[in-house]
């Protein structure tokens, strides 16, 4: 009997020496041997929004899953990572993973370490804020860019941007793909993306990557998009 695509165990599992992680929770993707697998996901404190496991990255999970032949030895830069679900499943199937977070959330970052070892994957952490330049930003250069529920504050969605777009022009045939869960229905990404010379490629439901019953805890909508730079 096949496991569910992408079931969630929560578990009694205290593995990790810290006394904010609140539970470890272990979610499968794949149907079948041997593209089966599980992820070990942490949440931490309730005030912490990168460490919450979110549903909204769940269906950038699933997606990732399906991107395999695209991955596979190549690298996939997770922006805003937090828990970390897309880039884990991207390491799992062997794409080589540089998770990023801001710089300056230092227990983020230390958390998505621990992520890592829990899941016995050898991903890189870097610190990455949007809209700031430095050199590791430089030399990131990924085939494929990720980020679940990255546009959540508006205020920083521009800044957001002009990372993504930088990153999209130095690494050829590059393309960022991102969940997004409207809550209040706006149009600032459609106008955000004329302004960096980008294109929506792809637009998928989000809500047909989840469970039925976790969507409709949801309001708004999920959209899961893939976006690239307008070849002028
Ligand atoms: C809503 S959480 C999403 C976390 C994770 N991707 C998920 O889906 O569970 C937004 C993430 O963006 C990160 N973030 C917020 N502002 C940022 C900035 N200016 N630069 C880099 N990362 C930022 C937060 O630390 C957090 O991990």
Redesign the pocket.
Known sequence: MPRPVCGVRSGREKPLATRQVAAVQHRYFGNFRPVQFGIRTVKQREED??????N??LP?GKMVRQLRIRLTDNRAV?????????GLVAAKIGADVVL????H?HE?LENMRRICNLNKLDCKIVG????EWDASLFELQPHIIL????F??ST?FD??FATVAFLLQNSRECVFIT?YHNRSGHHLIDFLMVKWGLKCLKLLDGFSFIPAYKASALQGNIQLVEIAIEEK
């Open positions: 929004r990168g460490s919450f496991i979110l909204v990255s950038l997770e922006l805003g990572a937090g828990t970390s679900l897309p990023t977070d801001d710089f959330k983020v990455l804020t949007w809209g980020g679940a529920d990255v959540y504050d920083d800044d957001l969940t």
